[in-house]
């Protein structure tokens, strides 16, 4: 069992419906890592949590560390969202930040 | 604009030939990362650096080796060694040893063989 495990592998929507994106971890952790990759592979991080709820624009992040889970929801979807989302963790209690990766969640939003 | 450059985007190599992976930062970061990645799974680490002179083993460093002779650049070179050479290759780096800090990452560097 990966120690990261994201659902759904694949999401498809149609323009402005709300998502949710679930990540549930197995090991304590100190901070967990929202990225998003584009189609073209470049990689850009949108959030780092480590309690409580983010926000920024359409996107919210959430985390329940008792529970082992976060979640990213997307307001009023767009296009331009379909991406791949990749939920990380830092284990901490190591030397070096060491993150571990969810196998991602293919988003396609349709027009 | 401060970054991540990685060159080529995409690399072809011959059985039996070693090719290297340019990455280069201007961000003053002191900690660097070098990650595969492979289709269906997450990213796993290879190699990372938390300051000059210095690397150590990731997760799956045989068939790799790094230089860390400048704080701007990390160069991966993949040998003949890596029996499975094929994937998608991220580097990536951080202000320091701190993952409670984002990671910032390059767009990648995807390899095959011929």
């Known amino acids: 069992k990966n120690e990261v495990e994201q659902s759904p592998q694949n999401l498809t929507a149609q323009e402005g419906e709300f998502i949710t994106i679930n990540c549930s971890y197995s090991?304590?952790?100190?901070?967990l890592h929202w990225l998003q990759q584009h189609p073209g592979g470049g990689i850009v991080s949108l959030f780092m949590?480590?309690?409580g709820k983010k926000k920024h624009g359409r996107l919210i992040a959430t985390i329940n560390i008792q529970e082992k889970h976060s979640s990213l929801h997307i307001t009023a979807s767009h296009p331009r969202d379909s991406a791949v989302y990749i939920c990380?963790?830092?284990?901490?209690?190591?030397?070096?930040?060491?993150?571990?990766f969810g196998q991602g969640t293919i988003l396609t939003v349709h027009p | 604009d401060g970054g991540i450059t990685q060159s080529p985007k995409y690399l072809f190599r011959k059985e039996g030939q070693n090719v290297t992976l340019s990455c280069e930062q201007n961000?003053?970061?002191?900690?660097m990362y070098w990650y595969r990645q492979d289709p269906g799974q997450g990213l796993r680490l290879i190699y990372y650096?938390?300051?000059?002179?210095?690397?150590q083993k990731g997760d799956i460093a045989e068939g790799y080796s790094v230089s860390r002779e400048k704080k701007e650049s990390f160069p991966l070179t993949v040998t003949s060694a890596q029996k499975n050479p094929t994937a998608f290759y991220l580097c990536?780096?951080?202000?320091?040893?701190?993952?409670?800090?984002?990671?910032?990452f390059g767009d990648g560097t995807r390899l095959s063989i011929l």
């Open positions: 990536a780096s951080s202000p320091f040893r701190d993952a409670n800090q984002p990671q910032h």
């Open positions: 090991v304590g952790i100190s901070a």
């Open positions: 949590l480590s309690s």
């Open positions: 990380a963790v830092f284990a901490g209690g190591t030397s070096y930040g060491k993150l571990t």
């Open positions: 961000l003053n970061h002191d900690a």
């Open positions: 650096s938390q300051i000059v002179n210095d690397f």
